[in-house]
């Protein structure tokens, strides 16, 4: 097995750009210590000086603008061409819009999608090719499994979803859910172990991996297995996946009782769940694969 740039985190502070809105409780990460700060003061608009900035903000995230609130349960971001953002709620599993003037619309409804802990209406991804297609691609919860589908959005509606890629294991934890299209071309996205480790070990199994599909849901030609959709392994619940400058595929991952994980992902590479967690060099005596 090899383990490449993988960082632990043993406290993790998600700062999102969807300030004020509620959300559930994943895993053992609580949001709830999060401030919120209902106006913000802008300096230009006040009499007198400006405030000094605070020079202790130890464990403080501060909200600079709020773009929407009463969201419920807000998971997946996404970017249109003409700058409008995305957003999928897990629970609700609503589809909206929030465009420039900070004006939330609602784009479709994914209706009688169970919600169940941490399950639901997850990841959303755009079409490369957007302007033509008018494709939106979801990662999405159905009674027997975790799939993904796609729709096209006509007129502010969504088109009735048709999947692409299905079999992915569920469970109420642990169902990963990210999707991104990388700057070849290809739909990677994120999946858990659906609560059973042995998942991510199992080449077999959609479970505990990043996968690489075209858009149609047909494996990338050049995965590691030609034949199979998965591109990494060994991995508990992914739920973050982006692109640096240099084209490089990050994945923050969710640990269990010690690391949360920053991974650099490479093509084939086992990242050590169940039997590593967090660093693999930083431990005493990894089983490695």
Known sequence: MRRRATLAVSAAVLVTTLAACSGGDDERHSRDDVPHHEQPTDPAT????????????????????????????????????DGRAVVTERDTRRVL????????????????????????????????????????????????????????????????????LTGIPRAATHDGGRLVFGPDGYLYASTGDAQEGSRSQDPQSLGGKILRIDTDGNPAPDNPDPSSPVFSMGHRNVQGLAFDDDGNLWASEFGSDEFDELNLIEAGNNYGWPE?????????SPTRR
């Open 97 to 164: 819009s929030i465009d420039a003037d900070r004006e939330v619309r609602e784009l479709g409804d994914f209706g009688d999608v169970p919600q169940d802990g941490e399950s639901g209406l997850l990841g959303v991804a755009v079409s490369p090719d957007f302007a033509n297609d008018r494709t939106l691609y979801f990662y999405v919860t159905i009674e027997q499994d975790n799939r993904i589908v796609r729709a096209e959005l006509r007129g502010g509606q969504l088109s009735v979803p048709v999947a692409i």
């Open 276 to 284: 590593v967690e967090g660093s693999a060099e930083a431990r005493s």
């Open 46 to 81: 006040t009499n007198g000086p400006a405030p000094a900035p605070e020079t202790d903000t130890t464990g403080a995230v501060e909200v600079d603008e709020v773009v929407a609130r009463g969201l419920e349960v807000p998971w997946g971001l996404a970017f249109l061409p």
